[in-house]
């Protein structure tokens, strides 16, 4: 398969609707294919041969697709498959080398790595994942010139049962007639009445064959409308069995004659009202509407409104009497919706009896650990009116508490107030024999729907019976019993369906359920926001990257993974040696005395010289020959210098005590850090400023509407009020950058690291987790991580993490990453006032290296290169290109495709002004995606109790844009007027 990109090639995008299933709706996505670039001719599907197999309520749907290239060169499609909630793809597969390969799924974060490394090989693997709104997309490359690429896809769905039939919907809509069209079925009613089978297509539909297969095939047909199945009315539970990697699984269709239960008038109710940015999208009509119809059964009732936004703030109570409720919602129709979406603060309230949450779910700001969980007693309702919403919380919300879920997208004020009246049926529990059947879904609590529900699970003996216990309570609840039998009409779909229900059941706490996510996706190969599909290039690459290949592939990969894993394992210690080899020359460096008078030449800012500083004679290192010294190589050759041998260089750790004796420079008088102010040049800005301070809050919304999608401006404002000392109004502010893009991981670095800026690691910390679980390949998450759970005192925390930075091996864009977080390890251990467990990180990298001066530079955007430059008191300016100065002044390698970070060390300093500037040099992104953030942190005693820290966040707009950062001044020289 011949995957080069071509500098010539087309950017396209396909996008074509796969199924429309909803009841009562006409066309839910047209099936189409967009060409973005306007001179070539749209990409068509060809023929499409649909394939359906229906089994009870589950239905499995298979397109099976050829899309022709009409132009001259050669395309790239990006496929989008837009389906409903329920339905979930079990399968996909492209042509390669002629046959159809299967893709094979991958935990998500895994296989955006290794699409992006591979990709900068200049390949292109395929990819499908799960987009928002349930959209399934899939880049694929290429689409020959006036070739043909072939591509299948299956999904699952389980049909809702909708009065007293259960429906299954196709909607078709191809843009262009289909050279050729299929249309094949496959009904298992388990009943003894057919299946009913209708169409608004022009086609002649056949009878039924053998009461259940159907076929139908076309040329040039034009395939737009809708097609039928509806499905008799079971007559008794109907089980199917199946076995999948040697375990059974059951899936049974339990019939149930459904009853309402009224529920208790609520006399407090307790209303959290979501007030964050993305609240401002939900349909408030609607929810007033709900309400407006809720309160005018309940008449009399009293309402704490409380608050959700970053933080929960203090509950208001009011007085709804005999339904009139305007005082309320005057209130929030005046609600003001910003920042971000979080638990943080909610507390139970012993007066409330009910509570109802309105909110679209999207949780994103504070502990993963507060996120999910509603410490509240009694029913919790979940509303929702929002498009874009977290469905499987608010619902899982509602199930675990007695509430009511209610979708006001699909059901009127009316139907909600009745449903908020009335108390559904659950299943109570699952009795069965646990040596017999286990792992039952869904689980109970689960709310049941019309008049069938279906259960699956795991089955371990030949028969075995479960009971169902369903009703309101124990007292007014009855037991429905299902026999299993080993083996009794056995398919692949009871092991999926099982897995479909698992997923369900364990998505409603996501976060603390995606080890198990995404170890049953995997397993059964179904994509969800965890997993993805995936197929690549040749066998060496499911090798390299620890991804099982398709059956088609297997023999060859295990074959040649023995061989692969002895070579992997060889890499790990050849790593560890070059970690170890490089802090070897660090400590060398670091021991070495440089003379702190002026240089000869006084080298001045741009300009480099080859010969590097010599040390002082009298100044020899105690435990390393001078002669070494002087036969070890530049700083900025290290990585390719071979080590220094000293036996002083395997040391026990220094205490902060003698590290800091051993660290006194020239003067020991005292030093300060004293930071530009960065005030960017914005209109809004300057309207911030002009309005009295009663008035900036009202200004800042009244500019938000101008910059909603603007990360600069939140920051801008969010620093702005923190200069004003509005500390809670600017931490609401700057959490919006949370609200702007889902899981966007550069968005959540820019917005921990200017967290803790701000003194709240205890905030930055989860947003530092989000992106460590985003970008795990990335060293940076890491360490971002740790440091702010070292500014947050979690030392050990720390020190684990970066014992990870260290031991791993980071793709060539982080270049001795592993010496930074050895420096920050052993200054953490040194200056903790408790005894840190420092068994993971060898003994020859155990030694504190205190410093006079460090500084360090960060950015958020990758395939950015950002430069620190640092100029001294004689004027010279340690930079990329000039990495050691003549008193000892060390700039670390060079950052050019990562996030950094550079950083400059010198271990005595000598007394005067050090200027701390940047310099956008570069910028290699393959799209413009605006400013690029940078964090500087300036540091004076690093490594010792006397540690002081300075840090900003800045933006660069343009490329060799210089931003000056601040000064820090040694022994009190610059006041001095030295």
């Given at each position: 398969?011949?995957?080069?990109?071509?500098?010539?090639?087309?950017?396209?995008?396909?996008?074509?609707?796969?199924?429309?299933?909803?009841?009562?709706?006409?066309?839910?996505?047209?099936?189409?294919?967009?060409?973005?670039?306007?001179?070539?001719?749209?990409?068509?599907?060809?023929?499409?041969?649909?394939?359906?197999?229906?089994?009870?309520?589950?239905?499995?749907?298979?397109?099976?697709?050829?899309?022709?290239?009409?132009?001259?060169?050669?395309?790239?499609?990006?496929?989008?498959?837009?389906?409903?909630?329920?339905?979930?793809?079990?399968?996909?597969?492209?042509?390669?080398?002629?046959?159809?390969?299967?893709?094979?799924?991958?935990?998500?974060?895994?296989?955006?790595?290794?699409?992006?490394?591979?990709?900068?090989?200049?390949?292109?693997?395929?990819?499908?994942?799960?987009?928002?709104?349930?959209?399934?997309?899939?880049?694929?490359?290429?689409?020959?010139?006036?070739?043909?690429?072939?591509?299948?896809?299956?999904?699952?769905?389980?049909?809702?049962?909708?009065?007293?039939?259960?429906?299954?919907?196709?909607?078709?809509?191809?843009?262009?007639?289909?050279?050729?069209?299929?249309?094949?079925?496959?009904?298992?009613?388990?009943?003894?009445?057919?299946?009913?089978?209708?169409?608004?297509?022009?086609?002649?539909?056949?009878?039924?064959?053998?009461?259940?297969?159907?076929?139908?095939?076309?040329?040039?047909?034009?395939?737009?409308?809708?097609?039928?199945?509806?499905?008799?009315?079971?007559?008794?539970?109907?089980?199917?069995?199946?076995?999948?990697?040697?375990?059974?699984?059951?899936?049974?269709?339990?019939?149930?004659?459904?009853?309402?239960?009224?529920?208790?008038?609520?006399?407090?109710?307790?209303?959290?009202?979501?007030?964050?940015?993305?609240?401002?999208?939900?349909?408030?009509?609607?929810?007033?509407?709900?309400?407006?119809?809720?309160?005018?059964?309940?008449?009399?009732?009293?309402?704490?409104?409380?608050?959700?936004?970053?933080?929960?703030?203090?509950?208001?109570?009011?007085?709804?009497?005999?339904?009139?409720?305007?005082?309320?919602?005057?209130?929030?129709?005046?609600?003001?919706?910003?920042?971000?979406?979080?638990?943080?603060?909610?507390?139970?309230?012993?007066?409330?009896?009910?509570?109802?949450?309105?909110?679209?779910?999207?949780?994103?700001?504070?502990?993963?650990?507060?996120?999910?969980?509603?410490?509240?007693?009694?029913?919790?309702?979940?509303?929702?009116?929002?498009?874009?919403?977290?469905?499987?919380?608010?619902?899982?919300?509602?199930?675990?508490?007695?509430?009511?879920?209610?979708?006001?997208?699909?059901?009127?004020?009316?139907?909600?107030s009745f449903a908020l009246q009335t108390?559904?049926?659950?299943?109570?529990?699952?009795?069965?024999?646990?040596?017999?059947?286990?792992?039952?879904?869904?689980?109970?609590?689960?709310?049941?729907?019309?008049?069938?529900?279906?259960?699956?699970?795991?089955?371990?003996?030949?028969?075995?019976?479960?009971?169902?216990?369903?009703?309101?309570?124990?007292?007014?609840?009855?037991?429905?019993?299902?026999?299993?039998?080993?083996?009794?009409?056995?398919?692949?779909?009871?092991?999926?369906?099982?897995?479909?229900?698992?997923?369900?059941?364990?998505?409603?706490?996501?976060?603390?359920?995606?080890?198990?996510?995404?170890e049953t996706s995997r397993e059964f190969?179904?994509?969800?926001?965890?997993?993805?599909?995936?197929?690549?290039?040749?066998?060496?690459?499911?090798?390299?990257?620890?991804?099982?290949?398709?059956?088609?592939?297997?023999?060859?990969?295990?074959?040649?993974?023995?061989?692969?894993?002895?070579?992997?394992?060889?890499?790990?210690?050849?790593?560890?040696?070059?970690?170890?080899?490089?802090?070897?020359?660090?400590?060398?460096?670091?021991?070495?005395?440089?003379?702190?008078?002026?240089?000869?030449?006084?080298?001045?800012?741009?300009?480099?010289?080859?010969?590097?500083?010599?040390?002082?004679?009298?100044?020899?290192?105690?435990?390393?020959?001078?002669?070494?010294?002087?036969?070890?190589?530049?700083?900025?050759?290290?990585?390719?210098?071979?080590?220094?041998?000293?036996?002083?260089?395997?040391?026990?750790?220094?205490?902060?005590?003698?590290?800091?004796?051993?660290?006194?420079?020239?003067?020991?008088?005292?030093?300060?850090?004293?930071?530009?102010?960065?005030?960017?040049?914005?209109?809004?800005?300057?309207?911030?400023?002009?309005?009295?301070?009663?008035?900036?809050?009202?200004?800042?919304?009244?500019?938000?509407?101008?910059?909603?999608?603007?990360?600069?401006?939140?920051?801008?404002?969010?620093?702005?009020?923190?200069?004003?000392?509005?500390?809670?109004?600017?931490?609401?502010?700057?959490?919006?950058?949370?609200?702007?893009?889902?899981?966007?991981?550069?968005?959540?670095?820019?917005?921990?690291?200017?967290?803790?800026?701000?003194?709240?690691?205890?905030?930055?910390?989860?947003?530092?987790?989000?992106?460590?679980?985003?970008?795990?390949?990335?060293?940076?998450?890491?360490?971002?991580?740790?440091?702010?759970?070292?500014?947050?005192?979690?030392?050990?925390?720390?020190?684990?993490?970066?014992?990870?930075?260290?031991?791993?091996?980071?793709?060539?864009?982080?270049?001795e990453i592993e010496q930074i977080a050895?420096?920050?390890?052993?200054?953490?251990?040194?200056?903790?006032?408790?005894?840190?467990?420092?068994?993971?990180?060898?003994?020859?990298?155990?030694?504190?290296?205190?410093?006079?001066?460090?500084?360090?530079?960060?950015?958020?955007?990758?395939?950015?290169?950002?430069?620190?430059?640092?100029?001294?008191?004689?004027?010279?300016?340690?930079?990329?290109?000039?990495?050691?100065?003549?008193?000892?002044?060390?700039?670390?390698?060079?950052?050019?495709?990562?996030?950094?970070?550079?950083?400059?060390?010198?271990?005595?300093?000598?007394?005067?002004?050090?200027?701390?500037?940047?310099?956008?040099?570069?910028?290699?992104?393959?799209?413009?995606?605006?400013?690029?953030?940078?964090?500087?942190?300036?540091?004076?005693?690093?490594?010792?109790?006397?540690?002081?820290?300075?840090?900003?966040?800045?933006?660069?707009?343009?490329?060799?844009?210089?931003?000056?950062?601040?000064?820090?001044?040694?022994?009190?020289?610059?006041?001095?007027?030295?």
């Open positions: 398969m011949n995957l080069l990109r071509l500098p010539s090639i087309l950017s396209l995008a396909l996008r074509f609707g796969v199924l429309a299933v909803w009841a009562g709706c006409a066309l839910l996505r047209a099936q189409r294919i967009d060409v973005i670039s306007p001179d070539v001719q749209p990409v068509v599907v060809e023929s499409a041969a649909v394939s359906t197999e229906v089994t009870g309520r589950i239905a499995v749907t298979t397109f099976d697709l050829v899309f022709r290239n009409p132009n001259s060169r050669v395309l790239e499609g990006t496929f989008l498959f837009p389906l409903l909630d329920g339905q979930q793809v079990i399968r996909f597969a492209l042509d390669v080398d002629g046959s159809m390969r299967d893709a094979v799924p991958v935990e998500r974060t895994h296989a955006r790595v290794v699409f992006e490394e591979i990709e900068r090989r200049g390949v292109d693997p395929a990819l499908l994942e799960q987009a928002a709104g349930n959209v399934y997309r899939a880049r694929v490359y290429p689409i020959p010139a006036q070739g043909t690429r072939h591509l299948l896809l299956s999904y699952q769905e389980s049909l809702p049962p909708a009065s007293d039939q259960i429906t299954y919907r196709l909607n078709l809509n191809f843009a262009q007639p289909l050279k050729l069209f299929r249309l094949s079925l496959n009904v298992h009613t388990g009943a003894t009445l057919p299946a009913q089978a209708r169409t608004t297509l022009d086609l002649q539909l056949p009878p039924w064959r053998d009461g259940q297969f159907m076929e139908v095939e076309r040329s040039d047909f034009d395939a737009r409308g809708l097609f039928e199945i509806v499905l008799p009315k079971a007559e008794r539970p109907r089980v199917m069995t199946g076995r999948f990697n040697g375990k059974e699984y059951f899936y049974a269709e339990v019939p149930n004659t459904p009853l309402l239960f009224s529920r208790p008038a609520p006399k407090v109710l307790g209303l959290i009202w979501d007030c964050s940015t993305s609240g401002s999208g939900r349909d408030h009509l609607r929810e007033f509407a709900l309400l407006d119809a809720w309160f005018g059964e309940l008449k009399n009732l009293e309402v704490h409104l409380v608050r959700l936004r970053d933080h929960v703030a203090r509950p208001e109570t009011f007085s709804v009497r005999n339904g009139d409720w305007q005082a309320l919602k005057r209130e929030l129709e005046s609600t003001v919706y910003d920042g971000a979406t979080s638990l943080e603060g909610l507390a139970d309230d012993a007066r409330v009896d009910t509570w109802m949450i309105v909110s679209d779910g999207l949780l994103n700001y504070g502990a993963a650990e507060s996120s999910k969980k509603l410490p509240l007693h009694g029913p919790v309702h979940a509303i929702v009116a929002a498009a874009k919403s977290d469905t499987h919380w608010l619902r899982a919300a509602a199930a675990r508490s007695g509430g009511e879920y209610i979708n006001l997208l699909e059901t009127t004020a009316a139907k909600g108390q559904s049926m659950r299943i109570l529990g699952i009795d069965s024999d646990a040596q017999a059947v286990t792992h039952v879904f869904p689980e109970p609590g689960a709310p049941i729907d019309g008049d069938s529900f279906a259960v699956a699970g795991r089955l371990r003996k030949r028969e075995a019976v479960i009971r169902i216990r369903v009703g309101q309570n124990r007292e007014n609840s009855q037991t429905l019993e299902v026999q299993l039998v080993s083996g009794d009409n056995p398919s692949i779909l009871a092991p999926r369906a099982w897995a479909l229900q698992k997923i369900e059941s364990l998505a409603a706490d996501a976060d603390a359920n995606r080890a198990d996510i995404q190969g179904i994509v969800t926001s965890e997993t993805t599909l995936m197929v690549l290039e040749s066998v060496a690459d499911y090798i390299r990257y620890g991804i099982a290949p398709p059956d088609s592939l297997r023999s060859e990969w295990e074959a040649r993974r023995a061989t692969d894993a002895t070579m992997l394992k060889a890499n790990r210690d050849h790593h560890l040696q070059q970690v170890i080899q490089t802090f070897e020359r660090r400590v060398a460096w670091w021991e070495k005395r440089y003379p702190k008078d002026t240089p000869p030449d006084r080298r001045k800012f741009g300009e480099t010289e080859s010969q590097q500083p010599t040390p002082q004679n009298d100044q020899e290192p105690p435990e390393v020959a001078l002669e070494a010294l002087d036969n070890s190589p530049t700083v900025g050759s290290l990585g390719a210098a071979s080590p220094t041998p000293s036996s002083a260089l395997r040391t026990r750790f220094v205490s902060a005590g003698t590290a800091a004796a051993s660290n006194t420079g020239e003067d020991s008088g005292s030093s300060t850090i004293a930071l530009k102010a960065w005030s960017p040049s914005a209109g809004y800005l300057d309207h911030l400023r002009r309005v009295s301070p009663d008035k900036r809050y009202a200004a800042y919304l009244e500019e938000r509407v101008d910059h909603e999608r603007s990360p600069g401006f939140f920051l801008d404002a969010a620093d702005f009020f923190f200069e004003a000392g509005d500390t809670e109004l600017a931490l609401r502010i700057l959490s919006n950058l949370a609200e702007l893009e889902v899981d966007d991981a550069a968005l959540l670095r820019v917005l921990g690291n200017r967290l803790v800026q701000a003194n709240r690691p205890d905030l930055a910390i989860p947003e530092f987790e989000r992106v460590a679980r985003l970008r795990p390949e990335e060293p940076q998450s890491l360490r971002d991580l740790a440091l702010a759970c070292a500014a947050a005192g979690r030392n050990q925390r720390a020190i684990d993490l970066l014992a990870d930075v260290v031991n791993q091996s980071w793709d060539p864009r982080f270049p050895i420096s920050e390890i052993n200054a953490i251990a040194a200056t903790s006032s408790e005894p840190l467990d420092l068994s993971r990180i060898d003994p020859r990298l155990r030694k504190n290296l205190p410093l006079d001066v460090r500084a360090v530079l960060t950015w958020d955007a990758n395939d950015c290169d950002i430069d620190l430059w640092v100029t001294d008191p004689n004027g010279e300016t340690a930079k990329y290109d000039f990495p050691l100065t003549h008193q000892g002044g060390m700039l670390s390698r060079d950052f050019t495709g990562g996030y950094g970070p550079e950083e400059f060390l010198l271990r005595q300093a000598k007394p005067g002004g050090y200027r701390v500037r940047i310099n956008y040099y570069g910028d290699r992104r393959q799209t413009a995606l605006g400013p690029v953030t940078a964090q500087v942190r300036l540091i004076t005693g690093f490594g010792t109790p006397n540690q002081q820290e300075k840090r900003l966040t800045v933006r660069l707009k343009s490329r060799q844009e210089t931003l000056d950062i601040g000064n820090v001044d040694i022994g009190g020289a610059l006041k001095k007027g030295k």
